[in-house]
């Protein structure tokens, strides 16, 4: 199966993505990463009102194989967490870029997203992971 990108998002090297709606930045995993990760059996998300600092953790994702923790692409404050997969964390994989969403945050700065890369930039560190194994 081949892995989706979409091109509207920015993404860090770490995997996280960020979709921006005006001030709102919804926040995931990538399809890569869930796919890496395999089974998800728990997840860990900040309370509402919280206060990310872009490259802190903001919470941590568990499969059967490894804990990961989740890195905040932008600074903001929890608007809301995705409580649907609090309760159903193996549901992340079915539609990471829609469903699948972790977090929404309102940004301080739209100026954080210019240092995160673009899916043609983020599909080219994959490739290039996958030739370093």
């Not at 993505?17 to 890569?32: K, M, N, Q, W």
């Not at 804990?67 to 600074?75: F, G, I, N, S, T």
Request: proline share 4%; net charge negative.
């Amino acid at each position: 199966m081949e892995l989706e990108y979409p091109d509207d998002l920015k993404y860090l090297d770490s995997h996280e993505y960020v979709r921006l709606d005006g001030e709102i930045a919804t926040i995931g995993l990538s399809a890569f990463a869930i796919d890496q990760l395999g089974d998800i059996v728990h997840l860990e998300l900040p309370e509402v009102g919280d206060a990310l600092e872009k490259g802190e953790s903001f919470g941590s994702i568990e499969s059967v194989k490894a804990v990961e923790d989740l890195k905040a692409p932008v600074m903001g404050t929890v608007l809301e967490c995705n409580e649907e997969l609090l309760e159903n964390p193996e549901n992340i994989g079915d539609d990471p870029y829609g469903d699948g969403w972790l977090i929404k945050v309102r940004i301080d700065e739209k100026e954080e997203l210019d240092g995160l890369l673009s899916a043609s930039d983020y599909r080219a560190q994959l490739e290039g992971d996958e030739e370093d194994h």
